[in-house]
């Protein structure tokens, strides 16, 4: 049975202190991952485009 088959009385209502703290996590998760890829950019931009030079 999928999820989106239970009647609207049986879903989870969120209250505002949890929606809160969903939104804020995922803010902390978007920013995570940004720094992540300026971190990557930035170790590549260092290194140069041999970086991108690879024998096959």
């Given at each position: 049975?999928?999820?989106?088959?239970?009647?609207?009385?049986?879903?989870?209502?969120?209250?505002?202190?949890?929606?809160?703290?969903?939104?804020?996590?995922?803010?902390?998760?978007?920013?995570?991952?940004?720094?992540?890829?300026?971190?990557?950019?930035?170790?590549?931009?260092i290194?140069g485009p041999?970086?991108?030079?690879?024998?096959?």
């Amino acid at each position: 049975m999928d999820s989106n088959d239970k009647p609207a009385g049986d879903r989870i209502v969120l209250t505002e202190a949890q929606k809160k703290r969903r939104r804020e996590r995922s803010i902390a998760i978007a920013c995570a991952l940004g720094v992540l890829v300026l971190l990557f950019f930035a170790v590549t931009f260092i290194k140069g485009p041999g970086v991108l030079v690879r024998p096959v």
